[in-house]
């Protein structure tokens, strides 16, 4: 048997940090498993659905390292699903419904005011075929619901029944289907709502696993019971915690808070961003990866908390800097070249720059300080550019390598008695126009004593 997931997000909006979790989970347990990743687009309801969305979330995909072997869009499959409606509705599994929202809402808080479970008490059975003809004159158009198997022979005679699997992520569940009401699988209007779709590609596709939020857990014992009366045997089933911020609370596709989109636009790295969603809520402690290689040795579904995995954004940066501070030249050479950063000092710069960024973009900045000065330059004291004309006309002679920083600086000791802050501070504001910044004996040599003397205040 070959391992296959999939992952399957509504195009109705841009994909979050909490989506690339579940992707993430699914790419990750495939690729330890040697086996197969879909991208199902769930794209049913089309009013909602754009072509543009389904766009950027394959590029987000690709951005973070995921790659399908196999893409598909339910839009294109509602064939597939009127056939496995009318096998439902031909073994009477799926009967019709024709109460109003606001009807069944009065029914829930009868059932509540009576100490009864908040279930469907599955009234349209027990329709006659006038009944039936009179909704319809009224301009009623039925719902259909899944019958679910909890009763021995009267349907109206609940009984307890226990769906039971051994999830991947959480362990042993049981789910009892007598605690649900019937799951609409087909609105009034024909379209359909999530459960059914699902089910039907999962048998056709052959999926072997479904990991998704925990969100879902109990919807997981009607759709084992549905994927049993289509004649299929239920895929595996893991649920893993959801991410929300700090405060507690979820993330939406349509706020766009944490798009996948935004933390890339933002210069966030693919590893910082997959290093976080994966590691986070997890017994391993959250560190930056460099590869999907390096996160799959230390992925495991089974360790993962059953409590909401609480994040802070901030950690993306922490993980962020952690990366690009690794990062080697070859790994950065294609992009510096995209930000104008190449030549023969390209990779001495990268070394010299990189454990002082946050974000590989912020390269550009420190390469105009060394290319072309800073700016705006600093201000400095009439004390220390007394000592800068001093140091300045003693710059040692060229060749330049990392070494002649330490024979300046000891060379200014000896003439002005200067050291610590007041000798280096003056001579980084000089040089860089900043209080901070890369070591100065990485930077001497990019500099050569042309363009250190070009500095002179």
Sequence with gaps: MTVTVRFAPSPTGHIHIGNARTALFNWLYAKIHDGRFILRFDDTDTARSKQEYADQIQKDLHWLGVMPDVTVHQSARFDTYDAAVARLKDAGLLYPCWETPEELDRRRK?????????????????????????????????????????????PFDTQRTEIQWDDVVRGPQTVDLASMSDPVLVREDGSYLYTLPSVVDDIELGVTHVIRGDDHVTNTGAQIALFRALAAEPPAFGHHNLLTTASGEGLSKRSGALSIKSLADDGIEPMAVASLAVLIGTAESVAAVRSMDELAARFDPAATSKSAAKFDPAELLTLNRALIHVMTFEDAKDRLEELGIGGDRAEAFWLAVRGNLERLGEAVEWWKVVHEGPEPRAEISIEDREFLAVAFDNLPAEPWDRMTWKVWTDRLKDLTGRKGKALFMPLRLALTGREQGPELADLLPLLGREGTEARRP
């Design 110 to 154: 009868i059932r509540l005011s009576r100490k009864l479970p908040p279930v469907y008490g599955r009234e349209a059975l027990k329709l006659s075929e006038a009944d039936r003809q009179a909704l319809e004159a009224e301009g009623r158009t039925p719902h259909w619901r899944f019958l679910l198997p909890n009763f021995a022979s009267d």
